[in-house]
Nanobody, 126 residues
Framework: VQLVESGGGLVQRGGSLRLSCAAS????????IGWFRQAPGKEREGVACISSSTRTTHYSDSVKGRFTISRDNAKNTVYLQMNSLKPEDTAVYYC????????????????????WGPGTLVTVSS
């Protein structure tokens, strides 16, 4: 299983970015996908999760209302649309899966996931 994130970059406060998570040798539509982030010196935290067929979504309180997770099964890609970005959103963003079909109650905990991408850096300037 190989996940790859893309779409990171430098953006000003209040700006937007869309991150993508693609996979090789894995049909993402069958699995729940989580987005995480890790800022320098901080723990990796769950940001959002989307289940497979129901497309149920979950968000951390810190991004709720600003970030949207979605999936395009035809493109085998999961997205994280990030709006109204703040400097505190600066982090390396990762997508991950544990090959479950739905987001578990513990979706925001990193130990629940077995497969990770290498991450993409998002920097929000003030």
């Amino acid at each position: 299983v190989q996940l790859v994130e893309s779409g990171g970059g430098l953006v000003q406060r209040g700006g937007s970015l869309r991150l993508s998570c693609a996979a090789s040798a894995l049909a993402l539509n069958f699995y729940a996908i989580g987005w995480f982030r890790q800022a320098p010196g901080k723990e990796r935290e769950g940001v959002a999760c989307i289940s497979s067929s129901t497309r149920t979504t979950h968000y951390s309180d810190s991004v709720k209302g600003r970030f949207t997770i979605s999936r395009d099964n035809a493109k085998n890609t999961v997205y994280l649309q990030m709006n109204s970005l703040k400097p505190e959103d600066t982090a390396v963003y990762y997508c991950a899966t544990d090959l479950a079909s739905r987001c578990l109650g513990t979706w925001s905990l990193r130990y629940e996931y077995n497969y990770w991408g290498p991450g993409t850096l998002v920097t929000v300037s003030s």
